[in-house]
């Protein structure tokens, strides 16, 4: 799975500037504190007609394979409007409040969508300005305690059925987006590197690893892939958030 910091999808569009809205943050963070625990986000109507908005949360875990389930949420976070006509050319905003425990051992990940709602934009079926249009945005919202951390490193590399597999885990409370990946294999014996750089690295840099979680990543054992040794030490490095 991709980044994963948005994402937007569009169903049957024939003007999309004409009802599409904004929408911001696309990732936030709020704390469990009292000055701290809540966050806006806001949708903005750029259009020359109002638009109904819907908006929700879910829960965000993923597998080992960035493979994403969205859960109900429980009472712990309360979201304020759920619905919303904008009019045309203003912004409205939305709330978001935790309200769940007062202490946290790790960070919580949560979505936040905002989907716009299909209305009918002429009664006259005929018309081509009658057809619909869906505009949907996901966002990023984590519940976190303040001094948590990220700590991500490599458990094991390998090669499986002509496919090579790099297993990752990450330790911290917090999770990580790797940015600029970069990843070295060292054969300390023939003294010889394999260097990864981020572009080289499609399908790990920039994924996102959520607090305390594992994820594997498979590329074909082709290539710099099949030079490394199952006994070369390995080193990564990324931005750190």
Known sequence: ???????????LSIN???FAFKFSPMSTT???????????????????QAIAVQVSLAKREMDI???????IVGSELTLYP???IIPPNEKRSVKVLWSGKDQLTKELAYRLIAEQL????EKDKSKKASIKVLLRYIAALYVKPADLNSDISIT???VVDKKFIIATINKGKK???????????????????????????????????????????????????????????????????
Do not use: Y
């Not at 709020?30 to 020359?48: K, R, V």
């Open 1 to 11: 799975m991709k980044r994963n910091l948005f994402i937007i999808i569009f169903i």
């Open 16 to 18: 999309l500037s004409a």
């Open 30 to 48: 709020i704390g469990i504190g009292p000055n701290d625990n809540s966050a806006l986000f806001f949708l903005e109507n750029d259009s020359d």
């Open 65 to 71: 394979f960035g493979v994403e389930a969205n859960a």
């Open 82 to 84: 759920t619905q919303l």
């Open 118 to 121: 299909p209305i009918e934009l």
């Open 156 to 158: 094991d590399f390998k």
């Open 175 to 241: 999770h990580q987006v790797m940015t600029n990946l970069m990843i070295k294999f060292i054969d300390e014996a023939k003294n010889k590197e394999v260097l990864f750089k981020s572009e080289e690295l499609k399908g790990i840099n920039g994924e996102n690893i959520l607090a305390d979680s594992q994820r594997l990543f498979i590329f074909p054992n082709l290539g710099k892939f099949s030079e490394i040794g199952v006994n070369d030490k390995v080193k990564m490095s990324f931005d750190k958030d």
